[in-house]
């Protein structure tokens, strides 16, 4: 499983409404910056930019590897 990017919300592109909220008129404003358009969240952990599967204990989203790297220094505590 991926986390969809908190910023589009899985979208991959920005949408803006003039007034907020419920508008249902709103219009494409462009590719979203933080996950580059695709949607996914990127893993937070410093130097990798990875696709996040899971938020730590921290509520940092990370990716397979950096999870497993984080699951074994917690372990170690």
Known sequence: MILP???????????KSKYG??????WDAGQCEECEG???ARC?????NEKAIA????GEALC????????V?????
């Open 55 to 58: 938020f730590n204990d921290d």
């Open 44 to 48: 937070d952990a410093r130097g990798c």
């Open 5 to 15: 990017c908190l910023k589009c919300s899985g979208e991959g592109r920005i949408f």
């Open 21 to 26: 909220g419920n508008d249902p008129d709103v």
């Open 73 to 77: 220094e917690f372990s170690h505590d």
């Open 38 to 40: 695709d949607g996914h």
């Open 64 to 71: 397979e590897d950096c999870m497993a790297e984080w699951a």
